[in-house]
């Protein structure tokens, strides 16, 4: 039996992948009713199958008594919305969305809705579409906002209380400070481990390729793990962070340079000190609670 | 009660690590008698309470009944083995070892004993020491022989009957191919992704350092394993490696450019195919049954 409850807690979600979908189970297990809408009619399917909301369709029409609505879109359907979306959210609504890139959202949102929040679950697996989604993806996760001069501070801690309910650690910062950091430590690892990837593609010599092929191993693995991931992803996010990735590829330069100069010149010592202190600053990245 | 076996299959490990310890438990576990020797007393102690060997010790004596011996060393301590280490090795086992790197081990240890087989089980976790060891390490993965001109045939098929016998998936081929093959899968993602921190080590933003720490997720930790491992380890595969690690340092900086130009030139459809190509290319290095 459903639990009704008012409309101030009917909650859409546009796109039913990893994240909607994750969200969907989560929110629901939470007594929120869930309206979800996806792009195909067959996925709609699959999705009311392994029940990611308890209203699923193909219409956005669905979004009309909801009044909070997250777009849980690739990042290049955010930037670039339906104008058939823009029209079906209602204007009363609070819209948050879960983009990796924050300062070109805010360009594109902020003109389309008053109540807007710029926001983003750290969350993840290799996984992507309605098959996806699965729960307690965000507990213990951090979810950040970048609220802006123009945020409305009510709709701000709608989001806020949406992420803690998920279990999330909540933190704000601005757009451009966001997109830097995020630059570093998830964008530009996507592009190193693919440049990994590429130049095991571009072997030649079949006899060492056949024998990298068997040899690798658990450290190829993880190494390759995200460069690997989905290149609509890959390519969405590099355009719209491009500034802040080529500034982070410029530095991530230096260190290769620097670790190959200790190479050619035979600085073992100094090779050691700097892998001491990788070993030594990698926890940091790694606790969940960094209060 | 001990399962007394004869000579033949009494096998010395002489380190009680990752490697060394997960060989005595599914050794052991096969009927093995194993003696396994450890460089400190207190990790002879804790390696008793764990069960890795039936007889542990830091006297090299209790290797004297082996007829096979695994040399589960730091790859430095392989290269440059103690004196009483050499003398110590019964004149007619079978010896063998893990290290990493297969050109310079044989150029060693070809001259020290007769029956010396270079070999190399792909296999590992970030954990290492006394503590690491555990059941069915080495199951499904591969373990390679780069057996040379001088190499004992019977030698080697004691040890191939050995990976075999543990679950391994056995493959031969040369030393300097191996060390090239190796140098890609293995040796270079350590670097590359130890460049990632190290320039994030660097970022004196207080601001965006503190935020990076907050946002990095899965993504971060994958990319970043292998370059946060063991420094001493590193130093000695990059050490040991060094001219087919250059070699690949080089091949990686041409694919970094590659990615680099197409983001500064805005070729997006380009970044895609590669990024597609690599998505393709992964799973050809995860499969365990490549045959």
């Known amino acids: 039996m459903k639990k009704q409850l008012n409309n ?92 990796s890139v924050k300062g070109p959202v805010i360009e594109v949102w902020e003109k389309l809705h008053p109540y807007f929040i710029a926001s983003h679950p750290m969350a993840g697996t290799n996984q992507a579409g309605v098959e996806a989604g699965r729960r307690n993806l965000f507990k213990e996760k951090t979810w950040v906002a970048t609220p802006t001069a123009k945020t409305n501070p009510k709709s701000l801690e709608v989001v806020h209380q949406l992420a803690c309910s998920l279990g999330c650690k909540w933190i704000t910062t601005n757009a451009d400070l966001h997109d830097q950091a995020v630059g570093l430590i998830s964008h530009l690892p996507v592009l190193i481990s693919g440049a990994l990837l590429h130049m095991i593609a571009q072997e030649n010599d079949q006899e060492i390729s056949t024998l990298a092929k068997n040899l690798a191993s658990t450290g190829f693995a993880d190494t390759t793990r995200v460069g690997g991931g989905n290149p ?12 802040h990735i080529l500034h982070a590829l410029d530095k991530y330069h230096e260190s290769i340079e620097l670790i190959k100069e200790k190479i ?22 790694l606790k969940v609670d960094k209060t």
């Not at 609509?232 to 500034?243: A, D, E, I, Q």
Request: proline share 4%.
């Open 8 to 99: 101030s807690n009917n909650i859409g979600i546009i796109g039913l992948g990893l994240i909607g979908g994750s969200l969907g189970l989560d929110l629901q297990a939470l007594g929120y009713e869930i309206y979800g809408v996806t792009h195909r009619a067959d996925t709609a399917k699959r999705a009311e199958e392994r029940g990611l909301a308890q209203t699923i369709s193909n219409d956005l029409q669905i979004l009309k008594n909801c009044s909070i609505i997250i777009l849980a879109l690739p990042l290049s359907n955010i930037l670039q919305p339906d104008s058939g979306l823009i029209d079906a959210l209602p204007p009363n609504a609070v819209i948050t969305d879960v983009g």
């Open 232 to 243: 609509v992803l890959g390519v969405s996010m590099t355009k719209s962070n491009r500034s």
């Open 264 to 285: 050619i010149s035979e600085k073992w010592e100094e090779l050691h000190e700097l892998l001491i202190v990788n070993e030594r600053i990698r926890p940091d990245f």
